[in-house]
């Protein structure tokens, strides 16, 4: 079993937190939306750490889509 490490996270004061999370030597970007109790999890596809790096990256200055 690959154990998964959550690198680096935003706030989870927000309704919407994001962490960039590795594993098996791949990593993705987590968003999890909290709305009135509820909890929706999505996940990008596994890439290499680099390239996961950039996109989080882009996604906290807002260039990301």
Same mark, same amino acid.
């Given at each position: 079993?690959?154990? *998964?490490? #959550?690198?680096?996270?935003?706030?989870?004061?927000?309704?919407? *937190?994001?962490?960039?999370?590795?594993?098996?030597?791949? &990593?993705?970007?987590?968003?999890?939306?909290?709305?009135?109790?509820?909890?929706? #999890?999505?996940?990008?596809?596994?890439?290499?750490?680099?390239? &996961?790096?950039? #996109?989080?990256?882009?996604?906290?200055?807002?260039?990301?889509?």
């Amino acid at each position: 079993m690959t154990r *998964l490490r #959550v690198i680096i996270w935003t706030c989870c004061c927000r309704a919407t *937190l994001y962490e960039l999370c590795q594993t098996g030597g791949q &990593a993705f970007i987590r968003r999890t939306l909290q709305l009135d109790g509820d909890r929706q #999890v999505h996940e990008t596809y596994r890439r290499l750490i680099r390239q &996961a790096e950039e #996109v989080w990256r882009a996604l906290l200055s807002g260039e990301a889509r």
